[in-house]
């Protein structure tokens, strides 16, 4: 995996936080090219430093690169392509849990705009790669498994990830004979600063608390999570598939 890796390009669109942050730190630190796509400056800013520090001290100057914008917006993509110059894969992990609400709370006008704008982003990834990926790239998107466990009032966030996973085979299949590939993981609860941002999980007690109704004890670690993106891309014979990072969690 590392020699496929080393000397590639990847756009990690959600790279400042969590699994992608956590994906461009293994994919420099086996010597490949990263840009790192997120919103917020101050955070964004933090990770291209702590991106940096993980790869050799030689490396080129644009070894890690971040381009500050919405991975929604095909203008970002083409900044992060434009400013690499090459581009061999991109990982998405940009999302959350936005637009989350009781059906009886939630507005026309919200659910359009949400789906609008959220619905759209695998698209322009998808024009992007198809535009900009050279044969052997691939593209690899970010579900979850509250897909096959839904919760009362996820019904907005859940039918964009179901899209994704939908796109996720559309795509390998539109994509294929460019040589280019397609996959998604679907994560289950992965120790992030998403995570504890839900309620009750803000302390290290209280993620081990809850991970250890797992059947494998504990919540995943982004590194868990990141590795699995960083096999996608490396395995060029794996399309159109989503695998699940979930601790066993749905096995239960
Ligand atoms: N952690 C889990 O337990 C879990 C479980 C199931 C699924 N997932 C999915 O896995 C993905 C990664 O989650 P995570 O836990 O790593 O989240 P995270 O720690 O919150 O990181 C998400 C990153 O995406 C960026 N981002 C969000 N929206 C963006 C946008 N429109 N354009 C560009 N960047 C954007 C954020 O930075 P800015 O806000 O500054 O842009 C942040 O860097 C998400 O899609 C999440 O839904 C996570």
């Known amino acids: 995996m590392t020699s496929a890796l080393s000397g590639t390009t990847a756009v990690l669109v959600g790279g400042s936080s969590g699994i992608g942050l956590a994906a461009g730190l293994l994919l420099r630190s086996v010597g490949a090219r990263v840009v ?8 964004l800013e933090a990770a291209v430093s702590r991106v940096r520090g993980a790869g050799p001290a ?19 993509l083409a900044e992060a392509f434009d400013r690499a110059g090459h581009v061999d894969h991109i990982f998405i ?3 959350g849990i936005g637009g989350a609400g009781p059906l009886a709370g939630l507005s026309a006008d ?4 949400t789906l609008g704008s959220r619905g759209w982003a695998p698209f322009a990834a998808a024009r992007a790669a198809a535009a900009g ?13 509250l897909l096959v ?18 796109l996720t085979r559309a795509f390998a299949v539109e994509l294929a004979p460019a040589r280019l590939r397609v996959n998604a993981v679907r994560y289950g609860r992965i120790d992030t600063p998403l995570l504890r941002s839900l309620p009750g999980l ?39 598939q989503v695998i699940t990072v979930d601790g066993g969690e749905t096995l239960v």
């Open 110 to 113: 919200d659910v359009r705009t």
């Open 93 to 95: 992990t940009a999302g």
């Open 58 to 76: 030689e490396g080129p100057d644009d070894a890690v690169l971040g381009v500050r914008g919405d991975g929604g917006d095909e203008r970002t």
């Open 133 to 145: 990926l050279p044969a052997g790239g691939s593209l690899t998107f970010s579900s979850g498994i």
């Open 36 to 43: 790192l796509v997120g919103r917020d400056p101050d955070r």
């Open 202 to 240: 803000d302390s290290d007690d209280a993620v081990a608390a809850a991970g250890a109704t797992l059947p494998l004890g504990r919540f995943g670690a982004a590194e868990e999570a990141a590795a699995t993106a960083l096999f996608l891309m490396a395995n060029n014979h794996i399309t159109g």
């Open 149 to 166: 466990r839904p919760m009362p009032g996820m019904a907005v966030p859940l039918s964009l990830a179901g899209a994704v996973e939908t």
